[in-house]
Nanobody, 115 residues
Framework: QVQLVESGGGLVQPGGSLNLSCAASGSIFNVMGWYLQAPGNRRDLVATITRDGSTNYADSVKGRFTIPRDNAKNTVYLRMNSLKPEDTAVYYC???????????WGQGAQVTVSS
């Protein structure tokens, strides 16, 4: 049974930093990543990372966000720097299992960037 536990998020001023983490269990995961969803909008890619460390970032976060991963802990992180008000959204962890390619989502973490 796959379980995802997200932590982190909160309120930060523009230009500040926040970190998210997502601990997964119950399987082996090849791709782990983060998506965001602002009110009234669809869920969009933020960043993904494969098991061998290949990363992909949305253009809007390149140079500001990083997505480290700890395979031993089945945990993916999102390090967010130079945050902007437009980064405000609920951030969801998403993982894909190694052998069955099933997708699972975390419960979401609110990130609010405001002065």
């Amino acid at each position: 049974q796959v379980q995802l536990v997200e932590s982190g998020g909160g309120l930060v001023q523009p230009g500040g930093s926040l970190n998210l983490s997502c601990a997964a269990s119950g399987s082996i995961f090849n791709v782990m990543g983060w998506y965001l969803q602002a009110p009234g909008n669809r869920r969009d890619l933020v960043a993904t990372i494969t098991r061998d460390g290949s990363t992909n970032y949305a253009d809007s976060v390149k140079g500001r966000f990083t997505i480290p991963r700890d395979n031993a802990k089945n945990t993916v992180y999102l390090r967010m720097n130079s945050l902007k008000p437009e980064d405000t959204a609920v951030y969801y962890c998403r993982v894909r299992t190694e052998y069955t390619s099933k997708i699972y989502w975390g419960q979401g973490a609110q990130v609010t960037v405001s002065s």
